[in-house]
């Protein structure tokens, strides 16, 4: 877009509320990349239309589950969703969240939606054994963690080899600059994709391979997969088929009665 355009739209459009219907009507005529070049151009958080929504939305998800071992229904792994809000993405995950009151309770920055049966622990503290998760999800939630380095090295630990996590995180030029965020629970660094890298680099890549990275068709958001090194082992039942029935441990004198 010519610097002139963006000027003359700049001054139609409220910066204050970027979902002011107004601002809806001022720039519905451009493409989506052209919206997308506007929001980066202008520091402003960008806008999508109708089906650009779910499209956007349906993406990430999609993404993220990538995270989930190959080769498995997600009906027979363990997953964590870490963040969830109202997108619980599949049933087969694991909801867990720092909060499952109602969204007019929040402080500040919180996602606005109730997960009732969410599974409440901090995401840098999860009550689970090393080793013994499949795969993590977290959509738009690592941005607002104060040590995204340190959260991601627990969910390693806590994932099994072979296992992976799946992240989806805003890209700050195309949403806002998180040092001006003044809420609780808001934005806490700048993430984008070249600063993923860098932390992959420098901290990560010694416990897992970077397997998929920045994918999306939509400049909001970015994703990235953290495949552990190792080889992965599904959950198996195995041993509780092979065991003695009552009966045999009964004829064997082992049993408990």
Not at 132 to 159: G, K, N
Not at 210 to 229: G, I, N
Not at 234 to 240: G, H, K, N, V, Y
Request: charged share 20%.
């Amino acid at each position: 877009m010519e610097t002139s355009e963006i000027e003359r739209l700049s001054a139609l459009i409220n910066f204050n509320n970027i979902a002011d219907p107004s601002n809806v009507e001022v720039l519905r005529h451009l493409s989506q990349v052209e919206r997308e070049e506007f929001a980066r151009r202008t520091h402003s958080l960008v806008l999508y239309f109708g089906d650009e929504v779910a499209a956007c939305k349906r993406a990430e998800e999609e993404a993220a589950l990538t995270a989930a071992p190959q080769g498995y229904p997600l009906e027979a792994l363990n997953g964590l969703n870490i963040g969830c809000g109202d997108r619980l993405i599949s049933p087969y995950l694991l909801p867990v969240d720092i909060m499952r009151h109602q969204p007019s309770q929040q402080l500040g920055g919180e996602h606005g939606a109730l997960t009732p049966n969410a599974f409440l622990a901090l995401p840098d503290s999860l009550p689970f054994r090393s080793n013994s998760v499949d795969y993590i999800v977290a959509l738009h939630t690592l941005e607002h963690i104060s040590d995204p380095v340190q959260v991601i090295l627990h969910w390693l630990d806590v994932v099994k080899p072979g296992g992976g996590i799946g992240i989806v995180v805003p890209d700050w030029q195309y949403t806002w600059n998180a040092a001006g965020d003044e809420t609780p629970y808001g934005h806490k660094w700048n993430s984008y994709p070249d600063r993923v890298a860098t932390l992959y680099r420098d901290y990560w890549s010694c416990k897992c391979e970077l397997e998929r990275f920045d994918t999306l068709p939509f400049k909001l958001s970015f994703d990235f997969v953290l495949r552990k090194h190792g080889s992965f082992q599904p959950f198996s039942r195995a041993s509780l088929e092979t065991a003695l029935s009552g009966l045999q441990r009964a004829q064997s004198g082992i049993f408990l009665g």
